[in-house]
C-alpha cells in the first residue's frame, strides 16, 4: 500500500484554497516528498505529518513552482529541525536550479547542516526499498529534463490458507518459509513445496505521478493498470489551444490517457485560479468517470485496483 498526501494542489501560483505543488507518497517508514512548491514546509506544518523522516524529495521539474519551497525547508532545517540526511533526486535541469538555489542562495559557502546529497536521475529505477522500487521515466513538458515516477510494489503470491490446512501445513515457521519462496520438510517427512500453497502471482500496486505535462501519447505504457495515476490538470479543453502553447495538460486530455491506460483511478491537481474546481472535475469525469481532483491536505491510500480517500485532514489538526 501507499498513502499519498496533497499538500499543495494549485497551478503556478498559490490561490487561497490552494497552495503551490507538494506532496508525500509514503510507504512503510519511507517519505517521499514529489516537489516543493513555496509555501510547501507550512503545508507539512499544517497536515500534522511533520518533518520527520522526510529526508527523500523527488523533484518532477526545475519550475519555480515546484522548487521554491525547497529553500525555505532547508533553512528550517538548519535552524530548528533535526535531520540526518536529505536526498534530492532530479533531473539535470532541475537539479542546476534547485543546486543554484540551496548553495547559491541559502548556505552561500555554509556546510550544510546535514550530508546533503543531489541524485542526477535518468529513465529507469532510482530507488529501491525491501518490497517497492521507485522508477524514473521522461515527460514532456518546457525545458528539458522533465521526469515523472513510477511507485510499484513487487508482485507477490498469496498464501493460501485452505489449502495449506488441506495439507496439514502447521501454522508458525514453515508457512513463513513457504511464503519467502522455500520449500520446507515437516516433521513427518513430508515436503512442501511453494507452489502447493501459493496462488497465482498478483502484481503489486502501481501509482504513477506525473508533474506538469504537455504530451500524453508516450506515457500509456508506464501508466498500463495503475492503481492510481496523479497528473496535472491545468486547463480545460475549451482552452486547449493555450494548455499546448505552455506544454500543460486539460482535464480531457488527462482522463483520455487514464481511459487509454486502462488506470483504476484518475487523482487530477496543479488546478488552474481560472476555473471552477466542479467543471475541472465535470471534464474529466465525462471521458474517466473513476476521477478526483485532488484539494490540499486530502489523503489516499492506494492498493491494488482501489483508491480511498481515508480523510481529509483539516489546517491545523
Ligand atoms: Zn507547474
Ligand atoms: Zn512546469
Redesign the pocket.
Known amino acids: 500500500m501507499f498513502e499519498l498526501v496533497f499538500f499543495g494542489t494549485s497551478a503556478s501560483a498559490p490561490s487561497i484554497h490552494r497552495g503551490l505543488s507538494s506532496q508525500v507518497v509514503m510507504h512503510d517508514e519511507y517519505r517521499f516528498l514529489i516537489d516543493c512548491g513555496e509555501g510547501t514546509q507550512r503545508q507539512i506544518l499544517q497536515s500534522g505529518l511533520g518533518f520527520k523522516r522526510l529526508n527523500r524529495i523527488l523533484i518532477t521539474?526545475g519550475?519555480l513552482?515546484?522548487i521554491l519551497g525547497l529553500a525555505g525547508l532547508l533553512s528550517t532545517f538548519m535552524r530548528w529541525e533535526t535531520i540526518e540526511d536529505l536526498q534530492i533526486y532530479g533531473g539535470k535541469w532541475a537539479l542546476d536550479r534547485v543546486r543554484d538555489l540551496l548553495f547559491g542562495v541559502v548556505l552561500r559557502g555554509a556546510t550544510p547542516p546535514m550530508l546533503l546529497t543531489l541524485h542526477e536521475i535518468s529513465t529507469g529505477m532510482i530507488f529501491k526499498g525491501d518490497d517497492f522500487q521507485i522508477s524514473a521515466f521522461p515527460v514532456w513538458?518546457?525545458g528539458p529534463d522533465c521526469y515523472g515516477y513510477l511507485f510499484e510494489e513487487k508482485s507477490r503470491r498469496p498464501f493460501l490458507p485452505e489449502k495449506a490446512d488441506t495439507l496439514g501445513l502447521p501454522p508458525g515457521p514453515w508457512r513463513r518459509d513457504i511464503v519467502n519462496g522455500q520449500q520446507v520438510t515437516l516433521p513427518d517427512g513430508r515436503i512442501i513445496s511453494p507452489d502447493d500453497v501459493l496462488g497465482p502471482e498478483r502484481p503489486g500496486t502501481r501509482l504513477v505521478h506525473i508533474g506538469?505535462v504537455g504530451r500524453t501519447d508516450d506515457l500509456a505504457d508506464i501508466c498500463r493498470d495503475a492503481d492510481a495515476l496523479v497528473i496535472e490538470s491545468t486547463y480545460l479543453d475549451e482552452e486547449a489551444e493555450m494548455a499546448r502553447q505552455f506544454a500543460h495538460m486539460t482535464a480531457r486530455g488527462a482522463a483520455e490517457l487514464a481511459a487509454r491506460a486502462g488506470v483504476k483511478n484518475l487523482l487530477i491537481t496543479h488546478i488552474s485560479r481560472r476555473y471552477r474546481e466542479r467543471d475541472v472535475l465535470a471534464e474529466a469525469r465525462s471521458i474517466f468517470p473513476n476521477t478526483v481532483v485532488a484539494r490540499d491536505f486530502d489523503m489516499f491510500q492506494i492498493r491494488r485496483d482501489e483508491c480511498v480517500r481515508i480523510e481529509k485532514l483539516e489546517p491545523g489538526s
Open positions: 521539474h519550475h513552482d515546484h513538458h518546457r506538469d
